[in-house]
């Protein structure tokens, strides 16, 4: 007779989107990781110079195929139920390595963004944290279909905010972070563990609730 058996625990992807090997956002993506791990779930903790990939070429695409550094991407995210950014803010916006794996993954079928739950978190030397990027990423990641969580997190000040353990200096700073990842994770828990919950996409935030629903391609 068929038994019953406890589901695995969660996985997630967790990289910073910096090439600096100092990079604040490796440090704030390694303490999120560290968060996560605490309550169970399976941590990939990975680096944008894991996924090393040319800059975007339509005739390189049609003449090689997708390089080795976006199958490794694609290849990840597949591996996980959901997946968190620590992303640096390049003038006021997405940086240019991150929006470039989003433009090489993107062009996979079928589409390996799309419903997976994301986080995103930034550190920034700057007193806005990086938070004007995050807006600025949300808008590709959406129209790929992920599910991004809507309460972003940014550090201010960046190169002071972090205490020798790794965690934020500020303990009011280091409770929002954990409330933070707490919720992200009880969402991703709710998606993947009650199967019965039927998934809907509005493509425009104005559309009204009894409109048609916007079918999005699989593939």
Sequence with gaps: MPTDTLPGPLRFLVFGAALRADSTNARLASLVARLISDTGAAVDLASMRDFDMPL???????GEGLPPGVLALRDRLEQSDAFVISSPEYNASV?????????????????????????????????????????ALRIPLEHLGTRVYPDMFSVANSYQ????????????????????????LGLVEADVRYVCLERRWYEFLGDRTEAAITQRAEK
Excluded: C
């Design 56 to 62: 975007y070429d339509g005739d390189m695409e049609a």
């Design 95 to 135: 940086p240019g390595v991150l929006k470039n794996a989003i433009d090489w993954v993107s062009r996979v079928r079928p589409q390996p963004f799309k419903t997976k739950h994301a986080l995103l978190v930034s550190a920034s030397p700057s007193l806005v944290g990086g938070n004007r990027g995050l807006w």
């Design 161 to 184: 905010a972090f205490a020798e353990d790794g965690t934020l200096a500020d303990p009011g700073l280091q409770q929002r972070l954990t409330e933070t990842v707490s919720g992200f």
